[in-house]
């Protein structure tokens, strides 16, 4: 499975942004995605997350009630959905994907072996 990030940009603090994660092949149904962010000089941390059928959602406590997580297996597609955002939710967003038909999500870098190139999402204040 191949992963393509985008939709990040400058936004003012207060303001939403959506970003969309384009995977290659038809595997992409069967994989649980999620989203990590890293900001700079900052470790690399999970966001957000949501199961191959979407039944099944996983938030950062630090996103909670702010940001949300879909998919379209049809489009090949998962995308976050950022609203209220904080400057400090500056950072470089990556999507991720794991094999997983199972309703439990990783919260961990590891548990994901498919990595997008990652978008920069700027928050200014």
């Known amino acids: 499975v191949q992963l393509q990030a985008s939709g990040g940009g400058l936004v003012q603090a207060g303001g939403s942004l959506t970003l969309s994660c384009v995977a290659s092949?038809?595997?992409?149904?069967?994989?649980?995605v999620a989203w990590f962010r890293q900001a700079p000089e900052k470790e690399r941390e999970f966001v957000a997350g949501?199961?191959?059928?979407?039944?099944?959602?996983d938030f950062a406590d630090s996103v909670k009630g702010r940001f949300t997580v879909s998919r379209d297996n049809a489009k090949n597609t998962a995308y976050l959905q950022m609203n209220s955002l904080k400057p400090e939710d500056t950072a470089v967003y990556y999507c991720?994907?794991?094999?997983?038909?199972?309703?439990?999500?990783?919260?961990?870098?590891?548990?994901?072996?498919?990595w997008g190139q990652g978008t920069l999402v700027t928050v200014s204040s």
């Open positions: 092949g038809s595997l992409f149904r069967s994989h649980a």
């Open positions: 991720a994907a794991s094999r997983n038909m199972g309703p439990i999500l990783d919260d961990q870098e590891k548990g994901y072996p498919f």
């Open positions: 949501i199961s191959w059928n979407g039944s099944s959602r």
